[in-house]
């Protein structure tokens, strides 16, 4: 998919927050059919059954939309700022597809996109 970055946050225990990361240089999401790829300093590989919810946050004043994958278990979220409208709609339907949960505001972002 297209990237255009990648930021991701890490918490202890689920709210204790204990780092961040960025990449924009060479940020990859690869999604395979039974697992997610992603790039930020290293490859990780993620199963589809361990995002716990998809959210999406509107562009605003200063910054773009994104598309967020919350890890519970871990306490990872991967905030993704994809190349277009188009893609967010695809990764979105991607994601729906596979049965994970997506927020209100991402199921909102998918039937606008849709229209």
Do not use: C
């Amino acid at each position: 998919m297209p990237v255009d970055d990648i930021h991701a946050s890490f918490a202890l225990f689920g709210w204790l927050p204990v780092g961040s990361s960025h990449n924009s240089i060479s940020p990859r999401l690869v999604l395979h059919a039974a697992q997610l790829e992603v790039k930020i300093m290293r490859t990780d590989y993620y199963g589809y059954k361990d995002i716990s919810q998809v959210d999406y946050l509107r562009s605003r004043l200063f910054r773009s939309a994104q598309v967020v994958l919350k890890f519970a278990k871990s306490g990872t979220q991967f905030f993704l700022y994809l190349s277009s409208a188009a893609v967010e709609k695809s990764v979105l339907s991607f994601l729906q597809a596979r049965g994970i949960s997506l927020s209100a505001a991402a199921e909102l972002a998918l039937a606008t996109s849709k229209s």
